[in-house]
C-alpha cells in the first residue's frame, strides 16, 4: 500500500440537473475505497470550452487524500461517470458528469490513459479559479504558482454560484 497523495479532481456538467450531478460525485468520490474528500470548492458557472450549441456548464474542484494509484484512481473516476451516465460521443460536448485528475500530488507522467498534470488545466478558468479557492498557495509541479496560472489562462465567462454545501463523511 502506497502513503496517502493529495489529489485535485475537477468536475464538470451541463447535463441531467448539472449541480445535482455535482453533488452526487463529490459523494460518490468521498466514497471511493481509501479516498477522503477532504475539499471541495463553490460552484461555477462557464461558458462551453467546445461546441457553442450546449448548455453552460456547472464546475467545480474536489481535494482529496488517496492512496489509490494515479491510474487506479482514474478507473475508479470513470465508473462514477459510468454511474451517472456519462455517454462520449463528441469531444468537448456536452455530458453529464466528467471527473478529470488534474494534480496528482507532484506527480509528472504521460500514459495513454493519463497525463499529469491535467494537459489543459493551467488553459481554463473553470479548473483554476476553484482550484485557487481551495488552496491558494498552490504551486505546480513546474513551479508555476496558481495566482500565475490563473493570470495567464483563457476566460470562459466564469461566475460563481450561490448554493448550499453539501454534508461530507469525517
Not at 453533488?23 to 481509501?34: F, Y
Not at 494509484?69 to 473516476?77: A, G, H, I, V, W
Not at 504551486?139 to 496560472?149: R, W, Y
Request: charge should be negative.
Amino acid at each position: 500500500m502506497q502513503q496517502p497523495r493529495v489529489s485535485y479532481i475537477a468536475l464538470g456538467s451541463n447535463l441531467g440537473n448539472p449541480t445535482q450531478q455535482l453533488h452526487e460525485a463529490l459523494l460518490a468520490i468521498d466514497q471511493l475505497h481509501e479516498t477522503y474528500l477532504l475539499a471541495y470548492s463553490s460552484f461555477y458557472q462557464s461558458a462551453p470550452m467546445g461546441p457553442k450549441d450546449q448548455p453552460a456548464y456547472i464546475n467545480a474542484v474536489a481535494k482529496i487524500h488517496t492512496q489509490l494509484s494515479p491510474l487506479t484512481l482514474l478507473d475508479k473516476l470513470q465508473a462514477i461517470e459510468n454511474q451517472q451516465g456519462r455517454e462520449r460521443k463528441e469531444h468537448w460536448g456536452a455530458r453529464t458528469i466528467d471527473l478529470d485528475i488534474v494534480l496528482y500530488d507532484h506527480t509528472i507522467m504521460q500514459t495513454e490513459r493519463l497525463t499529469l498534470p491535467h494537459y489543459g488545466a493551467k488553459e481554463r478558468d473553470f479548473v483554476l479559479t476553484p482550484l485557487a479557492e481551495i488552496s491558494p498557495e498552490l504551486v505546480f509541479p513546474d513551479g508555476e504558482s496558481i495566482s500565475q496560472a490563473l493570470k495567464n489562462c483563457t476566460h470562459y465567462d466564469l461566475m460563481k454560484l450561490d448554493l448550499d454545501k453539501i454534508t461530507i463523511k469525517d
